[in-house]
């Protein structure tokens, strides 16, 4: 965790005792409207990469401006949700001015209800305890989905990348700065899994079980009944990659592993050796029995929506 995220923890906890209705939504009581600086909308879609194919769906979007950025600069479609019927107005009215009517659209309706999966990215500005609630839904959505927020983590689930703007006219929050941070949704990977591969001149049985924290994984292959730890490493998105060097015969071989979770299957490439004698043959895994993804320090499993 770096210092962004600490500090901004620690200020998101103030935050929330003493001033809890300091933003903007719905579903969630009176609270006050405060539109996303046009700059962070800017760099939130950056960091995103959002473009002509993607889908945005915008959580709390009240005056429209990220939804109809994306749209208008990227090129992208999307919607976004509310409930103040002035802002959805407002939003949709600036959709037809800015000639994006047709790919941002916008909807009464509470955030919690909304059907995410049509998204490769969501947006939000929300306040912490509302992120804690959308991140079960928001990890049960297709990996690989992109996931934004302005100003507010989403608890334990650490970003995949961070970032500080000064904005001078930025009052509310930390006057003067805002913080995006940004997620890819990850596989569920946790679980047992067996692949065979040619080494040598016989076949070997490699059987993996994951471990799974959010996008962080570590556990335990089983070669030849010889069990070793796997390093840790992190997924992004459907994609893996560890290395390894695990006892085989009389000698410890190396591999580097490439895949993409699919579902119960993944499939890539597996690198085994060094120098002339290295090679690299596919690699496909068949999982076995489906683990559960835990959310941070107090282990809460994370439900496994059926593939």
């Keep these: 965790m770096n210092w962004v995220t600490r500090m901004h923890r620690m200020f998101a906890v103030a935050l929330a005792l003493l001033a809890p209705a300091a933003l903007a939504q719905e579903g969630a009581g009176d609270v006050v409207y405060v539109p996303t600086p046009q700059i962070v909308v800017d760099e939130m879609l950056r960091m995103a990469k959002v473009g002509p194919n993607d889908y945005v769906i915008d959580l709390g979007s009240g005056d429209g401006r990220i939804v109809i950025t994306a749209a208008k600069k990227h090129g992208a479609r999307g919607f976004g949700v509310d409930l103040d019927r002035y802002l959805l107005k407002l939003a949709n009215d600036s959709a037809r001015k800015e000639g994006v009517a047709d790919r941002a659209r916008f909807f009464e309706q509470n955030l919690f209800e909304t059907d995410l999966s049509a ?163 596919p690699w496909r895994a068949k999982q076995t029995a489906r683990g559960e993804m835990q959310m941070g320090a107090v282990g809460t499993p994370v439900a496994v929506a059926a593939p």
């Excluded at 904005?167 to 890819?184: L, Q």
């Excluded at 893996?240 to 499939?267: E, Q, Y």
């Design 119 to 281: 998204a490769t990215v969501v947006t939000s500005y929300l306040l912490p305890e509302m992120n804690l609630k959308l991140l079960p839904k928001l990890l049960n959505l297709r990996p690989g989905t992109r996931v934004v927020a302005h100003d507010y983590a989403m608890g334990e689930w650490s970003p995949d990348d961070e970032k500080m703007l000064i904005v001078p006219e930025k009052t509310v929050g930390d006057p003067g700065k805002s913080y995006i941070f940004f997620w890819i949704v990850p596989a569920r990977l946790a679980g047992s899994w067996e692949s065979r591969l040619p080494v040598g001149a016989r076949t070997v049985s490699y059987r993996f079980t994951f471990e799974q924290e959010f996008q962080v994984v570590h556990g335990t292959v089983r070669v030849d009944d010889r069990e070793s730890r796997l390093p840790q490493f992190k997924l992004d998105g459907e994609q893996l990659s560890f290395n390894l060097t695990v006892p085989i015969g009389g000698g410890m071989v190396s591999h580097r592993f490439r895949g993409w979770v699919k579902g119960d299957t993944i499939a890539g490439t597996v690198t085994i050796g060094e120098g002339s004698g290295q090679r690299v043959m």
